[in-house]
């Protein structure tokens, strides 16, 4: 199982960002997909999640109207789309699947998001 994120970077506030995880190496719609977050010196934290035929989407209260999530099983890829970014958003941003037949969880290695004017 592999995960890769890309599409961080360099933003000023209210700018827009879009990342993209890419996965590989199992069967893409078994799994439940999130995007995380974790700031310097904080906890990591759950930004988004979405359910596996996409329908069902839940968002951080910190990025609703904000941030939009979806995915294509086709393209195995799940994607975040971040719009009016805030400074508070600057973190390293992961994504994280979720297989429902046994629960592991596999993250990807993450992709820095740094807002700043």
């Known amino acids: 199982v592999q995960l890769v994120e890309s599409g961080g970077g360099l933003v000023q506030p209210g700018g827009s960002l879009r990342l993209s995880c890419a996965g590989s190496?199992?069967?893409?719609?078994?799994?439940?997909l999130s995007w995380y977050r974790q700031a310097p010196g904080k906890e990591r934290e759950l930004v988004a999640s979405i359910s596996r035929d996409g329908g069902i989407t839940n968002y951080a209260d910190s990025v609703k109207g904000r941030f939009t999530i979806s995915r294509d099983n086709a393209k195995n890829t799940v994607t975040l789309q971040m719009n009016s970014l805030k400074l508070e958003d600057t973190a390293v941003y992961y994504c994280?699947?979720?297989?429902?037949?046994?629960?592991?969880?596999?993250w990807g290695q993450g992709t820095q998001v740094t807002v700043s004017s």
């Open positions: 994280k699947g979720r297989d429902i037949y046994n629960s592991a969880d596999y």
């Open positions: 190496g199992f069967t893409f719609n078994r799994f439940i």
